[in-house]
């Protein structure tokens, strides 16, 4: 069960749920110790002053920011003063239909459990989860995390309250801040080709299987440890063949590619 | 920041990719508060108490307590398999059976010269068909799954996160959920959220805590002394009728027409099917 993160109350209206916030992903990246390569001792990071060069202990350590050539420094209590009411509780602001919101402004996924098995929190929780449920609405309102405000979405997901931090407005580009995507008649497509695009694409449909997806990245670390500790730290393993070096250049004749491309997608299916 | 090409089928164009995001939250280095020196990492061994320098470090996997296995870094990086420049497309998906959960980090495509006129057929066919490319490529250290599909005018490429990073359910501690809500409560509840109920403008939610970080930061560097806020313990509401009334009270009912904006396939995440029903 992994450990939940932030403890407060989520309010709605008048209504007051105490709820405990946990990450919906786990980690399952391959980690790595830092050693010692003469004698495999685990390394351990101290923290030193660079002033006078001596170890600080953790508590001693505060935040700095540099204001102009001037560094402030702050404790994590005081910066909790940006926002004391946030940071125990997320006041629901507006409801908004979940669709309208652009998945790129989702940020990190959590659930929200009620904190206690009292009927007053179950009750309360289970109401405002049925309500968004029946409405198809996402709840917007905001938190404090580590000392970051996060703009929140909280909607009904399986049978959860499922929360989203989300990066604000003004933290992702659009389309226009990038230019780089073609549009007006530079590159315009021709009918056929998108018909024949779209056909293409009809062939090589299937559902979404998210269970179906390997990481290999993660497999083949994992299969790297298991050889090098059958070899006995002896054997190296043998080295990847570089790739050819691709062209980047585009495809001359897109029709002649498409039809190509279609005619070897049906046989495969 | 990535150069690249992306291939499907046998049709490939030159593309650039580029991050949507652009963080500015207010960034803090550590420093000690005693006299405000920098604070350094150093790196000693655990058990000797020596200071190791930086050239005899290596990566070690834990396999069970006090055996590892210590890794160069020429091995971690063959592991990574070999560095194609390519976002290869294995197969297509309907956008909307994709949950946001799966949705890592987002980014735009660009098309390189020559390449705009394959990366608008795409395009064109990737907004018809409301599907999304699902394909792998090496963006820097690590292979990630990806979805391309096409937003706007752009084509916009996720990393995406694989099924068994997510946690379920079954996973979490949940304590029973008392009985199922009366038609009462959930009838002033559903008004309660349709009082509420607005479209969804993002550019009208300002990060006032980043100014108001900022603002203390300032009044600290003028010298003065900054309050603490007390904590305070969550507390349940008592009565639940009589809170959602007096919430009701003086709020017109207000239904917003859904509406239904024209946007690209992957701006329509599907809503959870799973009927909120007993536990």
Known sequence: MPAGIWNGTLSFGLV???VRMVSATRDLDVRFNQVDADTGERIQIRRFCEAEDQEVAWEDIGRGYDLDGQLVTLTDEELDAAAPERTHTIEIEEFVNLDEIDPAQFDHPYYLVPSSESEGTT??????????????????????????????????????????????????????????????????????????????IDAMSRDFDPGSYEDHYR??????????????????????????????????????????????????? | MWNGTVAFGEVIFPVKLYSIVQERRVRFREVHLADGGKIVHRRFGSESGVEIPSERIRKAYEISEGNQVVLDDEEIAAARGPNTKVIGIEHFVPADQI?????????????????????????????????????????????????????????????????????????????????????????????????????????????????????????????????????????ETPDLIAALEASLAGRPRRRQPAPSAGKGPLSKPTKSKSKASAR
């Open chain 2, 99 to 235: 949950d946001p959960l799966f949705y890592d980090r987002p980014y735009v495509l660009g098309a390189q010269a020559g390449g705009e006129h394959a990366y608008r057929v795409l395009h064109a066919a990737l907004e018809k068909t409301k599907a999304v490319g699902i394909g792998r490529f090496m963006l820097r250290t690590r292979e990630q799954l990806v979805a391309l599909g096409a937003h706007d005018q752009a084509l916009r490429l996720y990393t995406m996160r694989f099924a068994d990073q997510l946690v379920s359910s079954s996973d979490l501690d949940i304590p029973k959920l008392s009985r199922k809500p009366t038609e009462r409560e959930l009838d002033m509840a559903e008004r309660l959220v349709d009082s509420l109920a607005q479209t969804w403008e993002p550019e009208r939610f300002e990060d006032r805590h980043r100014q108001a970080v900022m603002a203390l930061i300032e009044q600290k560097a003028a010298g003065e002394e900054l309050r603490v806020p007390e904590r305070h313990e969550p507390e």
């Open chain 1, 219 to 269: 497999e083949r670390l994992l299969e790297l440890v298991e050889n090098k500790r059958k070899s006995k730290r002896g054997k190296k393993l043998p080295a990847v063949e570089e790739p050819e070096q691709e062209e980047d250049e585009a495809t001359p004749d897109l029709m002649a590619a498409l039809k190509a491309s279609l005619e070897r997608a049906r046989r495969d299916q």
């Open chain 1, 123 to 200: 009750r309360a929780y289970r109401l405002l989860r049925d309500a968004m449920a029946s409405t198809n609405q996402a709840a917007i309102g905001r938190v404090v995390l580590r000392s970051n405000e996060y703009l929140v979405a909280v909607r009904e997901h399986n049978q959860l309250l499922a929360l989203t931090t989300m990066l604000f407005d003004d933290e992702l580009r659009s389309s226009e801040d990038i230019g780089a995507v073609p549009t007006g008649s530079t590159g315009e497509p021709k009918r056929g080709e998108v018909t024949q695009a779209v056909k293409l």
């Open chain 1, 16 to 18: 007051a749920v105490p």
